[in-house]
């Protein structure tokens, strides 16, 4: 399973550096549903689009995204994905994101999420 980790981790971080709604949306099940602690809020979706959407849009306006660090590993029968970017948030400038990620993997797509951001942390 940590292959499987790694491999839905991959693609995950991949399109959400690339702000890529429709990538998000394909590394989850039709079904698929997200609980994302964010700041300012809790957010919960249904899903695949829907998801591709949200998470994406989180991104959107981020230039220069770098990849800092990752990581997929597993707990007993969910994966847990960790990643830790830095770029430029509009309006906010240099920041740096930590998400800490729980899911529920059905072959290599992702049917259930547990999400919790650090929010953009600027860095200067």
């Not at 998470?55 to 590993?73: R, V, Y």
Request: aromatic residues 4%.
């Amino acid at each position: 399973m940590a292959t499987d980790a790694a491999t839905t981790a991959g693609a995950l971080i991949a399109a959400l550096i690339a702000a890529d709604r429709t990538a998000i949306a394909a590394c989850f099940t039709n079904d698929a549903r997200i609980r994302a602690l964010t700041p300012p809020a809790l957010r919960e979706r249904e899903g695949a689009d829907e998801i591709g959407e949200l998470m994406s849009s989180w991104f959107s306006d981020c230039e220069g995204l770098e990849l800092l660090n990752q990581s997929a590993d597993t707990v007993v029968d969910r994966i847990h994905i960790s990643y830790r970017m830095a770029g430029v948030k509009q309006g906010r400038g240099h920041c740096i994101i930590e998400q800490h990620l729980y899911a529920d993997v059905v072959g290599s797509h992702i049917s259930d999420l547990s999400l919790v951001c650090s929010g953009f942390r600027p860095t200067g």
